[in-house]
């Protein structure tokens, strides 16, 4: 795919608009003029850096192995018997699994609003899930699952940027920088939150007639503020918003949540967004530190469902990591590096209230390398029916650039009818 021929652009006019102090849009500018269409589908992906150890998210307490295998799971009320759901497993001393019914399967205690939406069908849980890598480089993994290619490297673009760029649409990345997935999209953009008050609309004037003599920067500028304004729109919508945090409550998962719901919600804002969190890998005590990320996921999740209010009923948001970890605890109480992983589809297209997976087992010898949970499920074929879902792109399109040698995947088993 070719390069984003007007970096260089943006970049100019965001380090005058830094030194002038004249925008609140601190990195690249923010919104790209949106879909017009209201009803048209909504997709969020978050990717969770650092690798999710799946098995604590999403605890097998219904296979054989699993209680030998975590230790405190032995305690682990078994689907289907009389304490189901009132002892503990994996998790901090005293918390109880949320047990899925008619599953292997529970949720980790501090998933409790995901619970209430695998009831209402309204999560889909990939489990024993991967991208094609083997290896277990956090910086190979990433790249690979965010290019979609089959071997790190192989594509500096990434899927959803070629997605975008083939579809003509807009999308906006909370994050200080462009991610891999949507590079190659030249209506993408990046938006963090700034505590700098924004210029005056003297000062905003000024700088257009500095630019009025330059046609590519006037034509630059006005789109800058013609995204501005939809960013504060977005703000508008979402009621407080982010105005008014202090930094860390700013950069919090739900709060960018939340901002990802209303820049989503606006009439012409994007309809894609992309949302990334740090701090999954758990090499040491990971059952405390685990309670807290995953709070920190299920907060950040109902955030953007409520900022998308009405909207959230044509919304997936997929949620991914780039691989699982080491079956078995290791001697530091944390998990090392794996294969085969928990992805998570949410939203009110989603027909939900299901674990889709072709279980592999957790027995010793059904462990992949007899160390980590054994993939069985390619992640790309889900985010191929993802783009299709969003785009209308065809299997055709998706295999020949977009998501090169990925399965087919058929789609209908993720959407409400």
Request: charge should be neutral; hydrophobic fraction near 50%; proline fraction near 6%.
């Amino acid at each position: 795919m070719p390069a984003n021929p007007t970096l260089g652009r943006r970049a100019a006019l965001h380090w005058l608009a830094a030194g002038l102090g004249a925008t609140a849009l601190p990195a690249r500018l923010a919104l790209a003029a949106g879909s017009d269409d209201a009803l048209s589908p909504r997709l969020v992906v978050l990717m969770l850096r650092g690798a999710l150890d799946g098995l604590a998210a999403v605890p097998a307490v219904g296979d054989p192995a699993w209680a030998a295998l975590r230790g405190q799971a032995a305690a682990a009320p078994q689907p289907g018997t009389a304490n189901e759901g009132s002892a503990a497993a994996a998790s901090p001393a005293g918390a109880e699994p949320r047990l899925l019914p008619g599953t292997l399967f529970a949720l980790h205690p501090a998933l409790a609003q995901l619970h209430q939406w695998w009831g209402q069908g309204q999560l889909l849980i990939l489990h024993a899930v991967a991208s094609a890598y083997r290896e277990r480089s956090h910086f190979d993994a990433q790249q690979l699952l965010e290019s979609g290619g089959e071997r790190p490297f192989a594509l500096q673009t990434g899927w959803l940027g070629r997605a975008l760029q083939a579809s003509g649409r807009p999308a906006v990345a909370l994050s200080p920088a462009m991610p891999v997935a949507l590079r190659g999209a030249e209506q993408a953009s990046t938006w963090t939150p700034s505590r700098r008050a924004p210029g005056s609309d003297d000062l905003l004037a000024r700088v257009g007639q500095l630019y009025g003599d330059d046609r590519a920067l006037a034509d630059a500028w006005a789109k800058a503020l013609q995204q501005q304004g939809l960013a504060r729109e977005a703000g508008m919508a979402a009621g407080a918003g982010i105005a008014g945090m202090d930094a860390g409550q700013a950069n919090g998962l739900a709060a960018l949540a939340r901002q990802a719901g209303a820049f989503l919600s606006a009439e012409r804002g994007a309809r894609v967004a992309w949302l990334e969190a740090g701090g999954w890998d758990t090499h040491t005590q990971q059952a405390g530190r685990l309670q807290r990320q995953l709070a920190a996921l299920d907060d950040g999740l109902a955030a953007l469902r409520s900022a998308l209010g009405p909207h959230w009923a044509r919304t997936s948001v997929l949620v991914m990591t780039e691989f699982g970890r080491t079956a078995v605890l290791n001697g530091s109480g944390g998990t090392d590096h794996g294969s085969g992983g928990v992805a998570l589809l949410a939203g009110g297209a989603v027909a939900g209230g299901r674990v889709l997976t072709d279980w592999p087992g957790l027995a010793p010898a059904q462990l992949l390398d007899r160390r980590d949970l054994r993939p069985t499920q390619d992640i790309r074929a889900v985010i191929g029916a993802l783009l299709q879902r969003q785009f209308g792109l065809s299997q055709a399109q998706l295999r020949a650039g977009i998501l090169p040698g990925a399965p087919v995947f058929d789609d209908a088993q993720l959407w409400r009818a």
